[in-house]
């Protein structure tokens, strides 16, 4: 996808001196149900005025127990692109959208300019500002409207296998805070993938309850990388800009976005020496502001 507030209301008539109070409006649906009707498998089509331009198939799944979401973009048979990630999710006031596509050098975060999900108008707020963005969303088919072209996107009737998985690291990642005497404040469990060339992707989970902590993307972009986390629990997400280095030892990370604050850096980085896995990492530190993360093999 290249891409609420439940409430009702009465209407109040006023006719030749008389006061009739409506039959109350439909009740809009939540965040969590319009987040949900995205979910599952779709088949999308990208065209302009000369015509289709790109075929894309799309899977999306709901991240955690809120109304976040994680979808993957994935080409048609026979096609190599697009193959690009983004999540959607509700902040409280509005919707985000966020898209993350290395090979093509790019990402972008859009927001809508209301808590409705659909019919909703959106823009771009990151790292350009550009507005003139629709959403429509029924049962059966979802449209995106943009400035320059129209994506349609139809519901698959089943759920559509997903392609081969990349390969996996899993890590027990063990978080501890400064100014709590060295106590273990939180564990949990740490699974890495690389959809792509200069890609990785993490999602944090715990067990007892059973939920998704975070979820992260690492990607390279020309002259420097990104890191684009989302926590489906508090809704919150955040960019960060790193330096171009291949290697993650020792990367000095600083969040630039919604809002410019300190980062993060890694340390004691080491890779996996199993077939097909050297590019994933099989232990590291994670040293933030509050505290610091070590991540170890099971």
């Known amino acids: 996808m290249h891409k609420q507030i439940a409430g009702f209301f009465a209407v109040i008539a006023l006719s030749c001196a008389t006061t009739t109070l409506a039959a109350a409006a439909p009740a809009r649906p939540s965040a969590i149900d319009e987040a949900r009707m995205l979910v599952g498998s779709w088949s999308c089509q990208t065209t302009q ?19 976040w979401l994680h979808g993957t973009s994935r080409p048609v048979e026979g096609r190599s692109e697009p193959v690009y990630d983004f999540y959607v999710g509700y902040e409280g006031s509005h919707w985000v959208y966020i898209q993350i596509y290395p090979s093509a050098n790019f990402y972008f975060v859009g927001v809508s300019d209301g808590s409705s999900l659909t019919p909703s108008s959106w823009q771009i707020a990151y790292p350009v500002r550009l507005g003139g963005y629709r959403f429509h969303l029924t049962a059966d088919s979802f449209t995106i409207h943009y400035p320059d072209l129209t994506q349609f996107c139809q519901r698959e009737p089943t759920q559509s296998p997903p392609a081969s998985p990349p390969a996996k690291s899993t890590m027990l990642c063990s978080t501890y805070y400064w100014g709590h005497s060295g106590a273990l404040q939180a564990t949990e469990e740490l699974t890495i993938s690389q959809p792509g060339v200069g890609w990785w992707q993490g999602v944090a989970s715990t067990k007892n309850p059973d939920r998704v902590v975070y979820a992260y993307n690492l990607f390279d972009l020309p002259g420097k990388r990104m890191s684009i ?6 809704g919150s997400y955040a960019i960060a800009v790193g330096s171009p280095s291949k290697d993650l030892n020792n990367s000095v990370w600083m969040v630039v976005y919604p809002r410019v604050q300190s980062g993060f850096a890694f340390r004691n980085v080491t890779y996996s020496s ?5 590019q994933l990492p099989s232990a590291l530190w994670l040293v933030f502001k509050d505290g610091y993360q070590e991540c170890g093999q099971r």
């Open 49 to 67: 005025a000369g015509g289709l331009i790109q075929a894309e198939e799309d899977r999306i799944e709901q991240i955690g127990n809120g109304p």
């Open 229 to 234: 986390l989302v926590n489906p629990t508090t």
């Open 274 to 278: 199993e077939p097909g896995k050297e």
